[in-house]
């Protein structure tokens, strides 16, 4: 079946842009994350969806990252007036059911993003 | 603070022979342990997990992990290493602190080469 989908692959912006990152989970997960691994590093948790409502924001670094699932499926993370420390691989995963933690998340490719 | 090291940046081995990822954790309860490999511009693939009972766990492609409460250890592990292992490998641990208490915290990756 069809896997985790993210969309663009890559991205380069302008320091100071707008940018929105793209992620369709698995057919019927309920819960979602966004994780972002700079390099040489492994993934930092973001942010983690259940259902519609984002369950823990804690991750998100300041007031410049927001992301939504308004449907409870497709989620988009956005980040306004990029700074080149953005730069990093945004990935997104998603998992049947968030609540017990013991399931496996499923990754998506990720998105590239460059902040020059 | 719940964390995940993996002390070896590189591991290299010849094919055909076991090979060894080493993954220490620290967390204040019971620990759920994870180990995903990524392939060069793909997602993270999950390999394998602990969340209880035998302490030998199998997975994936023939890894296997032994989980070790004393040690506090989760090493991968492989009786016969192919040239198609080499890739990146993360441990990662369930955050028990989290507030929805589903994120995973993994460590810093440890590449693996097999040489032909």
């Known amino acids: 079946g069809a896997g985790v989908s993210q969309t663009p692959s890559n991205k380069v912006t302008e320091k100071g842009k707008y940018v929105e990152l793209r992620c369709d989970p698995i057919?019927?997960?309920?819960?979602l994350y966004w994780y972002r691994q700079s390099l040489g590093q492994g993934p930092e948790f973001l942010i983690y969806?259940?259902?519609?409502?984002?369950?823990?924001d804690s991750g998100l670094p300041n007031d410049r990252f927001f992301a939504v699932r308004p449907e409870g499926s497709v989620s988009t993370l956005k980040i306004q007036r990029t700074e080149r420390g953005d730069s990093a691989v945004y990935l997104c995963?998603?998992?049947?059911?968030?609540?017990?933690?013991?399931?496996?998340?499923?990754f998506g490719p990720g998105t590239r993003l460059t902040v020059l | 603070a719940q964390s995940v090291a993996q002390p070896e940046d590189q591991v290299n081995v010849a094919e055909g022979n076991p090979l060894t990822v080493k993954c220490t954790y620290s967390?204040?309860?019971?620990?759920?342990l994870f180990w995903y490999v990524q392939y060069p511009n793909r997602g993270l693939q999950f390999l394998l997990k602990?969340?209880?009972?035998?302490?030998l766990v199998k997975g994936s492609y023939g890894f296997e992990a032994e989980f070790n409460k004393s040690q506090t250890s989760f090493h991968l592990k492989k009786p016969s290493a192919l040239v198609s292992d080499s890739a990146l490998y993360f441990c990662?641990?369930?955050?028990?602190?989290?507030?929805?208490?589903?994120?995973?915290?993994f460590g810093k990756g440890t590449t693996l080469s097999v040489s032909s």
């Open positions: 969806f259940q259902g519609t409502g984002a369950a823990d």
């Open positions: 995963a998603s998992s049947p059911s968030g609540a017990s933690g013991r399931g496996e998340q499923f």
């Open positions: 967390v204040s309860g019971n620990p759920y």
């Open positions: 057919s019927g997960h309920t819960a």
């Open positions: 990662a641990v369930r955050d028990l602190f989290n507030q929805a208490g589903t994120a995973l915290i």
């Open positions: 602990y969340i209880t009972g035998d302490n």
